[in-house]
């Protein structure tokens, strides 16, 4: 799950503070979330999938399918 949220990213060109201002938190508390340091809150772990458009499902790695339809 780490290394798929830090590719989506860096695919996008997006430093870790900017997602982490996206997120409102600190870009050490975005890092460590990137690092698997700490557990990704729900709520956090959905707004991530949200900035991205992607499923929680590829983010958590249970399906290799980015793409969400809306």
Do not use: F, W
């Not at 600190?26 to 499923?55: C, F, K, W």
């Not at 929680?56 to 399918?65: E, K, M």
Request: hydrophobic share 30%; glycine share 2%; with cysteine.
């Amino acid at each position: 799950m780490y290394e798929r949220i830090r590719n989506l990213r860096e695919d996008n060109d997006y430093s870790q503070m900017q997602i982490a201002e996206k997120l409102h938190c600190s870009q050490r508390t975005y890092s460590y979330y990137e690092n698997g340091e700490h557990n990704i809150p729900t709520a956090t772990l959905i707004a991530i999938a949200d900035i991205y458009n992607v499923s929680i499902d590829y983010l958590v790695g249970r399906t290799d399918i980015k793409e969400i339809n809306r």
